[in-house]
């Protein structure tokens, strides 16, 4: 586990000078090894703002103070913000191996697997951007269209293949945005809890237990109670307190 801390965040453009304070305050209590204090700071934080380096650093806190379940949900959050970093891949990758249940995904094809792997390396930003890079090399090719040496077979085969390319790109950032707005993903902060049939405590509903760190989808929601399925599809309710949503 990496413990490094980020410390540039671009606070002229998006932080008062607050929240700077809070975030410089948060990275000396951190290197004091102050982790519940430095954790309050970056928690205050992110009351207002979101960014992956403060995210980054709370789960760094969180791993440091004994927290493993709050140390990954920080970690997610920040990947989710920036998937590429490498620190970020890093730190979630050990924390993930350190989760005590081990839930085994049901086989997909391999082009859903290999797709949904490009498409969580990138953000929604980057997509867009991908989209605005083409639709401008389309737009030039109506110039290149007007120069002779440039055949009209090759002329065709170049806005096919951006017509292509930008529907690829745009379907990915809607799939993207979709995923983003509804997403419904959750951390279990809990050290151990009973996964329940039915929204109520019974000794004999119990189905199956998790345990901190496990990531898992929520389904539905009743007062005081989610109801959640894991990647390998068990099914079952806990508490929402249980739980801290990505």
């Known amino acids: 586990m990496k413990k490094i801390l980020k410390f540039s965040i671009l606070f002229n453009l998006v932080f008062s000078q607050n929240y700077n304070s809070l975030f410089k305050e948060g990275n000396s209590n951190y290197k004091s090894e102050n982790f519940s204090q430095a954790i309050i700071n970056y928690e205050e934080i992110l009351q207002h703002v979101e960014h992956e380096n403060i995210y980054y650093n709370l789960g760094n806190a969180y791993y440091r103070n004994g927290d493993i379940g709050n140390s990954i949900w920080a970690l997610e959050k920040a990947y989710i913000l920036d998937p590429r970093d490498s620190d970020i891949n890093f730190n979630l990758k050990y924390l993930r191996s350190m989760v005590r249940d081990r839930i085994i995904p049901p086989d997909d094809l391999y082009i859903l697997s290999f797709y949904r792997k490009i498409i969580e390396k990138f953000t929604l930003i980057d997509l867009l951007a991908i989209v605005g890079f083409f639709l401008f090399l389309f737009s030039i090719r109506f110039v290149m269209h007007s120069f002779s040496y440039i055949s009209k077979r090759i002329n065709s085969f170049l806005t096919y293949l951006l017509m292509v390319i930008i529907f690829m790109f745009s379907w990915m950032s ?22 329940r049939s039915a929204p109520i405590m019974r000794g004999e509903n119990v189905v199956f237990r998790i345990h901190e760190g496990t990531k898992v989808e929520i389904l539905d929601t009743q007062i005081g109670w989610s109801e959640i399925i894991l990647l390998d599809g068990k099914k079952g309710w806990i508490p929402s307190k249980e739980l801290r949503e990505i």
């Open 174 to 195: 809607f799939d993207k945005y979709w995923s983003i707005s509804d997403n419904s993903y959750a951390v279990v902060i809990s050290t151990a809890i009973n996964v």
